[in-house]
């Protein structure tokens, strides 16, 4: 393990380790009548201190596995030597179990249990029940001890990950919501901006041509009337920029038309084969009709991918003399509109896009049946054409 990836705590446990194996092997070589005793304590602490700063024992298991290896080797001259080695098992337990994949150092916890008990048993000592529990016990609590440390690590780092997926879901979900505040709210002025200034001042403009017409000729005031109309007449300009300006990211760089034939290329390759057509002669629609219709299309193109599993749609915009028709229809599993209700799943497509249409004075109809597929209908009736700049009244 890396030591920058240490936890305080992590690194007071390791040190601990270190240290317990350092005082057990000075032990060993003191209670040692041996100078091979002395010799291979001296030995295995070499080898133990070596591995400890060698990065590749840190970095890679068969590394680590050489390394313990070597050590475990030295030990064994040590057990050789003196019945008092067997208590360096218990933190060799510990390295078996940190640094080995599960299927190698749980067979090498019970060799080494397996050595300690011999070793014992080798050098004279009376068999009896302890000299088999120890060791055994020792490597029982080594692997309870490192086991439930691990399935802890485990259950953390995955709540860890889960924690970071909330966060960065919220932060996704805010900023779309901030999103689409911002966009209700362009659509909001936009609306307010064309229903009423823009308006206004296209019914100040023609009232000033209706009064320019009736002053008798030559009247001193005809001059203030023309600047006043032309004042009108530019502050029109400006407000209809502003709508322009205000209109969704979908109408600023074309026209309705465009912004429907793009939409058909957002059902993705696994969703119906959308195709969109056009009927009548275009008319330049305001922009709160473009936002109405466009929007009902996303709806209802929405709910045919999401839910209609559908192969094909079509999109048609007509344009019927005094109004516009927006027709979205599809080949899908269709339902019965009249038992739809909102859920916490969703549901309010529909009643949304019944409240667009009717808000501008239009119609909405939903045709389906299960099995029979699904049309969507609105239309809105055209506003009066406006006069264009300098027109008669």
């Known amino acids: 393990m890396d030591p920058r990836s240490l936890t305080p705590a992590l690194r007071a446990l390791r040190l601990c380790l270190h240290l317990l194996m350092a005082g057990l092997l000075v032990l060993a070589a003191l209670r040692s009548e041996s100078a091979a005793g002395v010799a291979a304590a001296a030995l295995t602490g070499a080898v133990y201190a070596a591995g400890s700063l060698l990065p590749s024992v840190r970095e890679s298991w068969r590394a680590a596995a050489v390394w313990l290896g070597a050590v475990c080797a030295a030990w064994i001259l040590l057990l050789w030597s003196t019945p008092d080695a067997l208590w360096v098992a218990f933190p060799l337990y510990f390295l078996q179990l940190h640094l080995l994949p599960v299927r190698w150092s749980l067979p090498a916890v019970g060799l080494t249990a397996g050595a300690a008990i011999l070793s014992y048993v080798r ?25 439930g440390y691990q399935a802890l690590y485990r259950e953390s780092e995955r709540r860890r990950r889960l924690i970071e997926e909330l966060i ?17 709210e362009r659509e909001r002025l936009a609306r307010e901006i064309h229903d009423t200034l823009a308006q206004g001042l296209s019914s100040i403009q023609l009232l000033l ?34 709508v322009r300006a205000l209109s969704p990211p979908d109408l600023e760089h074309g026209s309705l038309a465009g912004a429907l034939e793009r939409l058909c290329e957002t059902a993705g390759p696994d969703g119906p084969r959308v195709r969109f057509s056009m009927s009548g002669a275009p008319a330049e629609l305001p922009t709160p009709y473009e936002v109405a219709l466009l929007r009902i299309a996303q709806s209802a193109l929405a709910n045919t991918v999401r839910h209609a599993s559908a192969s094909r749609a079509e999109i048609t915009l007509s344009f019927m003399g005094g109004s516009v028709a927006l027709d979205v229809v599809d080949d899908g599993a269709g339902f019965e509109p009249g038992a739809v209700r909102p859920s916490s799943e969703g549901g309010f497509g529909l009643p949304a896009m019944r409240s667009r249409a009717e ?12 099995g029979q597929g699904t049309a969507v209908a609105v239309t809105l009736p055209l506003p009066a054409a406006p006069l264009p700049a300098g027109a008669d009244a």
Do not use: C, K
Request: no cysteine; hydrophobic share 50%.
């Open 168 to 184: 960065s879901t919220r932060a996704e979900l805010a900023a779309a919501e901030r999103n689409a505040g911002t966009l209700a």
């Open 123 to 147: 050098h004279g000592a009376p068999i009896t029940p302890g000299v088999f529990i120890g060791p055994l016990l020792g490597a029982a609590v080594a692997v309870a001890t490192v086991l």
């Open 359 to 370: 808000s501008l004075g239009g119609a909405f109809t939903v045709e389906s049946a299960p």
């Open 209 to 242: 041509r209706a009064a320019e017409r009736a002053l008798p000729e030559g009247s001193p005031a005809a001059g203030h009337i023309e600047e006043a109309r032309r004042a009108a007449q530019d502050n029109l300009a400006e407000a209809r920029r502003f």
